[in-house]
DNA sequence: TGAAGCTCTTGATACAGATCAACGGAAGTA
DNA sequence: TACTTCCGTTGATCTGTATCAAGAGCTTCA
């Protein structure tokens, strides 16, 4: 079932400058006038619940959403494949942009939680854009932006230890976190073991006993899903690791 | 604005019309007078010979290139990690479309062959975007279909055999010059086993081993960087492979 | 013409991580 | 309450692929 967007009047003060998020989302950087027509074709925030569909793989694409709350993960299933991981969408990040051009949607993407959603429907942000070359701009670079995630993604899948893949995932994690105002060194995984296993090419036994090896050498403190990052330094050594990979990379030097 | 004879010369045709690879390039779809736009601001085709590059990682990002004959590979290199291969580019495919909105090239580029670029200057092509709704158009779904691509090549890195890997990047391949007119069955590799195995994350040893195995089977035939598909069935097939992994998949039907 | 570099192939061995299996706890449900 | 289902942990084994090693072709260049 789909949540049904609210109507609303047009207010005076564009919501999105009022929103937490304004500092990491789409609009950044419009003027007042242009937020004001920005905040005019979204539709208010949806509510998700765990589990809950936003997107199914195959369906129209009809419009960009940007997470205010909560997380959802995108999946891709292939034929004759077990159905895949590809992507976190943490708040302040949008979904749907790699439906663009196409009709239909690449995966589908679920709440992993309880989460908002703020609808940006595309043809009605193309006629904006039309007019806005700073929010041309903004969505460029945020595709752009996922461009260069999605190939550090796959650098990080061929070629590296599992230590290595799980020490980059929650850095990663850590970092978006920390650029959205929470801490850096204590947060909660909205993802199973399992989804973590699928998105970083790994078994999820084996995600569970890297997880307690990092913990015997300190560098972090899991309990279930609650999780402490207790030496960054640590970390990033095992992101970085100096494997026989790595010997073999200085020959280039 | 350039002052246009009654009598347009010769010389006014847009070139990219002649283009043979027109169909398949970014001005698709462009009335005259926009292609002709877009001519202008075109810079003519730049000579590459083999092992030279069109940019490097770092660099400050300028332009977009439209591939017009040979081929390259992108490389990325990680501090205290073997740099990897993350693209391969056949003509008609658009290089730096992953360093807009940085100001530098996110990796390095480089010809695998003799090979000739058209450049575009990108703040150039942004103002004719501002007026030509296709060409806007066009750059989205260019880059959506990337960000695809790269999600594909996410899924084949995790959770993928050797010979899957190498049976989809042959298949790929085939398709790709299959769409530029040239034939599915018979090509020439103009990438290193080496590439090869940086690029879909196995050893060159292995890569070696599996085409080996490819041809025992009657899938393909190689002599060196010649190949030939004898048997495109038994390669997809290879591809699709039903592995442990898809029998586990198979539950979630 | 040979020497020096490459790239590619092929064989032997080692190991990271998948898979199989069993169990305990948490959350929802009848 | 007990039942089911999902999730996470931990142990034992197995295997695909990396790694090490050696040699064969092909280019390039002196």
Known sequence: MKPRPAQRPRSAV???ERCTLHARCLPLGLEFDALQSFDDIIRLPQALKRGQALMRQGAPFTSLYVVRSGSLKQTVAQPEQRAQVTHFYLPGEIVGLDAIGEEECHGSVVALESAFVCELPFTRLEVLAERLPELRGRLYRCMSRELRRDQRMMCLLSGRTADQRLASFLLGLSERFS???LSPY?????MSRSDIGSYLGLALETVSRVLARFQEQGAIAVAGRELTISDIEALEALAAEST??????????
Not at 186 to 190: I, Q, W
Not at 244 to 253: E, M, P, V
């Open 186 to 190: 204590r947060f909660f995984l909205s």
């Open 244 to 253: 026989g990979a790595t010997r073999a990379a200085r020959l280039f030097d």
């Open 179 to 181: 650029s959205r105002g």
């Open 14 to 16: 564009p919501r999105c």
